[in-house]
């Protein structure tokens, strides 16, 4: 049991205050506008960095950017709760004491959250933010390996390296819990809805997904998964060659040929996010 594993862990990430304040008034559809420009503001490191994100070329805004409530009304409440939990998400990454990379394993997270925004969007998946969450909590059990079991991490992600077996492959070899699994708990204590658990849980097999409602959202994360895996080989930590489900195509009701077009929106998003990339941090030139 997860539960069990993780009992006498007393160092799990969790959204402080802030965060979970600005989630909940962002997930609230009758909050107001002046609410959420109220929390973000009482945080002044995260409003800095939800303005730079805002200003960063990926949303091609037609003009800076300066006040947080025009920020809200431009993005919508949505974009702005992923935004507020891709910084968190960023943050606790820098807790782990594994050796794995972890700017790579952000740009990992970061790259499937936008891939999967991209996908969304050309099968006209009607939410697109929704994608964009799921793709970025997707592997976030690997952060609760980072900091409760960095040497199993360490370990595992080596074998991986010199075997050229795909991590989550390797997991099931050892008859571990899966860093899948342990990702949908997470996501559960965060009392984040079922839908982010599901994806976390299901990402790597969507076929074993058993709630049908939840299909399109499976798969679409696995693909956008893979592409990541194919355009950042090694940056997930997992370094077999990526695998894609047989049922992806008929679920998403695309072509094969329709891949090559994808990863090429992608890598056009993906230039475009050099902030979102970066976890919103300043950077030297």
Do not use: C
């Amino acid at each position: 049991m997860i539960a069990e594993l993780l009992k006498d862990i007393e160092e799990l990430p969790t959204p402080d205050f802030h965060v979970q304040q600005i989630i909940n008034i962002a997930s609230n559809p009758d909050a107001s506008v002046k609410t959420l420009e109220k929390a973000i503001s009482t945080e002044p490191t995260l409003s800095l960095k939800v303005l730079k994100l805002v200003n960063s070329a990926y949303y091609g805004l037609p003009k800076k950017v300066t006040k947080i409530s025009e920020a809200v009304m431009i993005l919508g409440f949505k974009t702005v709760r992923n935004l507020a939990l891709s910084l968190f998400t960023y943050s606790s990454l820098n807790r782990g004491t594994s050796k794995i990379d972890k700017k790579m394993l952000w740009k990992h997270f970061m790259s499937t959250a936008i891939i999967s925004e991209v996908v969304a969007k050309n099968i006209g998946y009607p939410e697109q933010e929704e994608a964009f969450m799921a793709g970025l909590l997707h592997d976030v059990g690997k952060i609760v390996l980072d900091i409760a079991f960095p040497e199993y991490l360490t370990m595992i992600v080596n074998k991986s390296r010199e075997s050229k077996i795909n991590l989550y492959k390797l997991e099931k070899m050892l008859e571990v819990e899966t860093h899948n699994e342990i990702g949908s708990y997470l996501i559960e204590k965060w009392q984040l809805p079922e839908l982010y658990q599901i994806v976390s849980k299901f990402h790597d097999e969507p076929e074993e997904n058993t709630s049908p409602g939840f299909n399109s959202i499976v798969f679409i994360v696995h693909l956008s998964n893979y592409i990541s895996n194919l355009l950042y080989p090694g940056y997930s930590g997992s370094f077999g060659d990526p695998i894609l489900s047989k049922d992806t195509f008929k679920v998403l009701g695309i072509k094969p040929s329709d891949l090559l077009k994808l990863i090429v929106k992608s890598k056009d998003s993906l230039a475009k996010a050099k902030d979102l990339m970066e976890g919103g941090e300043d950077n030297e030139t």
